[in-house]
């Protein structure tokens, strides 16, 4: 049943994203507060994901608190009117502090480490303890991973870490090597855990995300509060609207610890194969030449489909960049 009824929703996410939206409309976020173009009301604009679809659905939702509830489904160009109205600051940040038990997802990037910061220090303002997330995919950097730990001890921030019960490469093995249109690492690897933890926890939780809308037109087209699908609960995006410079003045204005990722020339996120070019894959085997070794090994067992890097219509296989840098 579509939300434009106005009717209960009955199952499901659908029930979630429903309840989620009551919820949102009543804390009155003034970083989401739009004239409607449907109804011509004021409401909350919020987003819905619907899978397959990379731009997300948005809806002008209203409620008056006592059962009543409507949302407005906006056409492209509506959207496009309605996301370039809204935003995020502080206060809205303080009010989901207030509203459950607040994680931080924490990848050991330089946009998390803003992220983490940040949201600790709103909190510790309102005598609210955080709790870092991060999710080790087994396929990271063992340096990052000493990082993540170093920092959360640094701040003072209790840091749970969650695992995937299988092994990034006996998976790839299995599964075939993770491509930009068969991105199941992202699920299996990070996802996955994240929510089976959360699914232990009794009580509202929020989750804070390291999300900009910089980083991509993709993620430009997203909401800075929404509910996430996964998770089951509100996500928060505080530094959605930074800018790439207001994440590097940050960290050096907060002489914050740099991550290692950069000096590894890759990102913190981990070594699944999916985005990574032959830089990356060359400065992996100068760096780390046991995880590149196992890299091949996951090649390998594909007997020749697939490889890591496709370049101009032809599979290069790693182990040819091994025998290049042999006969340099």
Known sequence: MKPTTGKVLR????VGWESAA?????????GLQIRCPKCNKTGTL?????????????????????????ACHLEAKQAIYARSNIGIGRDDILKTLRMGKPFVLFSGGKDSLCLLYYVSRLAKAIGKE?????????????????????VCSQLS?????????????DLAKRWGIPGVKSRWCCETLKIAPIRRFFSNLEGQKIVFDGIRSAESNIRATYNP?????S?????????????????????????????PAADLNSSAECWCGAYKCRNDFEALLGIHPEIFDKLVEVEKAQRGKYTFLFEKGVRVPLDSLKKEKVKK
């Open 130 to 150: 955080i709790t870092a997330i991060h999710a080790d995919t087994t396929a990271s950097f063992p340096e990052v991973e000493k990082y993540v730990q170093n």
């Open 157 to 169: 921030v209790p840091l749970v870490t969650v695992r995937p019960p299988y092994d990034y490469f």
């Open 225 to 229: 509060i929404w509910y996430h699908p």
């Open 11 to 14: 199952r499901g996410y659908d």
């Open 46 to 70: 919020i987003s819905k994901w619907i899978k397959g679809s990379p731009i997300k659905p948005l809806y002008v939702c209203h409620s008056n608190g006592n059962g009543y509830f409507k």
């Open 231 to 259: 998770f089951r609960c509100i996500s928060v995006s505080p530094i959605f609207n930074w800018s790439d410079e207001k994440v590097k003045k940050y960290i050096e204005l907060n002489n914050l610890p740099k991550s």
């Open 22 to 30: 009551k919820i949102m409309v009543k804390k009155n976020f003034r």
